[in-house]
């Protein structure tokens, strides 16, 4: 998700990420053969796939409603730019609920990863991740999901070589 911000590639690179971290996370679940585990990850990451092209939709089409608002759609220029406005907040508030619900799911995937194989950087990964999504809404909680996604790689790192 972090790479997800690069310009032009970044929508490219965060679907190769998650596709990558979605073929561990099955490895994981058939070596301690807990279906439940890839079956949580596999539900997070397509709502964050669902909250992530409902934004880029949105912005998509926003671009050519102002593109074409010159009072031809809307009574007003005013009262086109406020339903704009009021459309922009109900997508970002639905994009946030599904990568909130998203963030649910990862954590019962990496809570019960965490179980299986006593690493609890897992846990304390999917926390943070959960906590940085749950702020996204305020600034800080991009900052917080960087970090998640460092300790993500710490405790993938931390896997034994042979499950």
């Keep these: 998700m972090v790479l997800s911000i690069a310009p032009i590639v970044g929508p490219l690179l965060m679907l190769i ?5 979605l073929v561990a996370v ?20 397509i709502l964050v796939v669902v909250g992530s092209l409902s934004i880029a939709v949105f912005a998509v089409g926003s671009f050519f409603t102002l593109a074409t608002m010159r009072g031809s759609l ?18 970002i508030a639905v994009a946030w609920a599904l990568l909130l619900f998203s963030a ?19 846990s304390r990964a999917a926390l943070i991740y959960l906590i940085g999504v749950a702020l996204m809404i305020i600034v800080v909680g991009f900052i917080i999901i960087v970090v998640a996604a460092i ?10 070589e042979h499950l």
Excluded: C, H, W
């Design 17 to 21: 990420g998650l596709i990558l971290v």
């Design 26 to 45: 099955k490895d994981i679940a058939d070596a301690v053969n807990d279906e439940t585990i890839f079956r949580n990850m596999l539900i997070a990451v």
């Design 74 to 91: 809307m009574s007003t220029p005013a009262m086109g730019m406020m339903q704009l406005a009021l459309a922009t907040l109900i997508v």
């Design 104 to 122: 649910i799911y990862l954590r019962k995937s990496y809570d019960a990863i965490a179980k299986a194989l006593n690493i609890s950087m897992f």
């Design 151 to 160: 300790l993500q790689a710490v405790a993938f790192f931390s896997l034994p």
